[in-house]
């Protein structure tokens, strides 16, 4: 996908920290809601590409992403997403919806505020029944008290059967919040991110 020059533009800005663009954004974020963010540093492109290697792209119809922050993920997604898919993204913060709205413009992408503890009613407001994958970076380490269990329920009742969970962490204690919900859960480790991330794949069955 070709990127406008305005997209451009705010990627050249990343590595300035200008304001306007991703890390001025990013970082402004992590201040204002440190528990919602898993990391100050955006990840890395091998992480997202080991992430994402598992989906099966050619069958997915929704695609769920919890706290896309300044889209680092979205637009590979959306690289990666069919034509007629939708990419569907969750964030408490408003900032951040505010600015994916503005740096993509693609028809596929609906960014929503709104918390990943609901949403399955997030979904079915706008006509979905269930997704094929949903992807989070939360920490759910710091996450408010029965936040992290509940996004786990709920991410397990969003999803359709055979669809999974992908979750990268700072932190391997995740696996308590979403072992009870999966019938199947493979994981791996990248030490090239900054801080090194374990990930997770947790399959419905």
């Known amino acids: 996908m070709t990127l406008s020059a305005e997209q451009a533009q705010q990627d050249g800005a990343f590595a300035r920290g200008t304001p ?13 809601h440190p528990v919602m963010v898993g990391s100050v540093i955006p990840s890395s492109k091998i992480l997202i590409d080991k992430m994402l290697d598992p989906v099966d792209w050619a069958n997915t119809r929704l695609f769920v992403e919890y706290g ?16 007629d898919a939708t990419l569907l993204t969750i964030d408490t913060n408003a900032d951040f919806t505010a600015y994916l709205n503005s740096k993509f413009t693609d028809s596929r992408l609906e960014a929503v505020t709104g918390s990943a503890a609901g949403v399955r009613k997030i979904m079915a407001d706008r006509g979905f029944e269930s997704a094929d994958y949903i992807l989070s970076g939360l920490p759910f380490s710091t996450l408010p008290p029965g936040i992290g269990p509940k996004i ?6 969003a999803l359709r059967p055979g669809g999974a969970f992908l ?3 700072f932190s391997p204690k995740v696996r308590d919040f979403i ?3 999966f019938d199947r859960i493979d994981e791996g480790f990248e030490w090239i991110n900054i801080p090194p991330a374990t990930l997770f794949w947790a399959w419905k069955d």
């Open 179 to 181: 072992a009870p919900h």
């Open 167 to 169: 979750v990268y962490q």
């Open 20 to 32: 306007g663009g991703p890390l001025w954004h990013f970082v402004r974020g992590f201040l204002k």
């Open 68 to 83: 896309p922050g300044v889209g680092t993920f979205t637009q590979h997604i959306l690289d990666r997403l069919a034509p």
């Open 152 to 157: 786990a329920e709920e991410t397990a009742g």
